[in-house]
């Protein structure tokens, strides 16, 4: 299998950083699902453990909350063999009125090899990399990018139906606020798939990055005969005030089994999490692992981030 992984050609990447799917070409990202697609398989086996990334230092600011993403970039990164260095917003010079630009420059001044970076700031993880001289990667910035989710997405859609051009894809919910929904529609549109979206107009933002995508209001018509449904939380955290209350947005907006018998058979659901019970998707369907694929996604996470590490970190 480590044959495998390193026989992937690595030359066809061209960016430093991963700041976002805006910036990469369907090549690209072709190349990262094939080395996670490879690393999965891998993992699936049991004990992988590489040393692709040995001795090298990973440096990870989380500016905001997570449980998933973190967790993952940790994991990945030691099962690559890399060191993972945390630095604490909490307990850090910020609080005592250094800027943000002193103190990136400060971190960048300690040499890691890289930053992995979560900000509620839109465009932080670029401003980032402009700064610091090793590979930045984007663990999710304000409404703007989340790309690491979007490719372990696609991962997930590629592992369960084999390819996903041609798919039609059906996402629900709070498409204005969420980073997740931004960069699915990027990757999904590049990679040839049929995107919809499906939200309370208040929740749809007034630009798409791409004029294919098609928007609906009712949740019934927007799923219908869908290969994937992807449920996407209503982000209160960036609304002004709340725009919909949880059991109007359940009656129109959540998903229940009955609701999916709209989609294809075949279809299955994904969320990125954290996913809001009765009110995004109902109890019984989100205890169905066979149509609800979230754990799938949390584990191929894994395999999508050692993917990004190894092509952006490791000695060319
Ligand atoms: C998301 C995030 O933080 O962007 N979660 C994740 O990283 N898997 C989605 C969300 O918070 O709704």
Redesign the pocket.
């Known amino acids: 299998m480590a044959q495998n992984i390193e026989k992937i050609d690595r030359s066809t990447f061209q960016n430093k950083h991963l700041i976002g799917i805006e910036a990469l070409n369907k090549d690209e990202i072709t190349l990262i699902l094939d080395l996670a697609n490879t690393y999965a398989d891998a993992l699936d086996k049991g004990n992988f453990q590489s040393d692709v990334l040995k001795s090298k230092i990973i440096l990870m600011l989380f500016f905001e909350d ?1 449980t ?2 973190r967790t993952s970039f940790e994991i990945a990164a030691k099962r690559l063999g890399a060191d993972v260095v945390h630095w604490d917003v909490k307990t850090s010079s910020l609080n005592k009125g250094e800027s943000f630009h002193d103190t990136i420059t400060t971190l960048n001044a300690m040499c890691p090899d890289a930053i992995i970076v979560r900000h509620s700031e839109y465009g932080a993880p670029k401003t980032i990399s402009t700064l610091v001289d090793c590979p930045v990667i984007n663990a ?1 910035d304000s409404w703007n990018e ?1 790309p690491t ?1 979007a490719l372990l997405d696609a991962l997930a859609m590629r592992r369960h139906f084999g390819q996903i051009e041609g798919l039609t894809v059906s996402i629900i919910g709070d498409i204005a606020h ?3 929904a931004s960069s699915n529609m990027k990757l999904l549109t590049k990679m040839g798939v049929n995107v919809r979206i499906i939200a309370p107009p208040i929740l749809i933002p007034e630009k798409l990055p791409s004029d294919k995508i098609e928007k609906f209001k009712s949740l019934e018509d927007g799923i219908k005969n869908a290969d994937v449904v992807m449920t ?2 209503p ?1 209160k955290e960036r609304m002004k005030s709340v725009l919909i209350e949880d059991e109007s947005y359940f009656k129109d907006y959540g998903l229940t089994k009955d609701k999916l018998k709209l989609a294809k058979d075949t279809a299955i659901v994904l969320d ?3 996913f809001l019970r009765n009110v995004q998707i109902s109890n019984d369907l989100a205890d169905d692992t066979e149509q609800f694929l979230y754990l799938k996604q949390v584990t191929g996470g894994i395999a999508t981030r050692m993917a990004v590490m190894d092509i952006l970190v490791r000695d060319k």
């Open positions: 997570s998933r993403t999710g989340h989710q969420s980073r997740v996407i939380r982000q990125p999490g954290p």
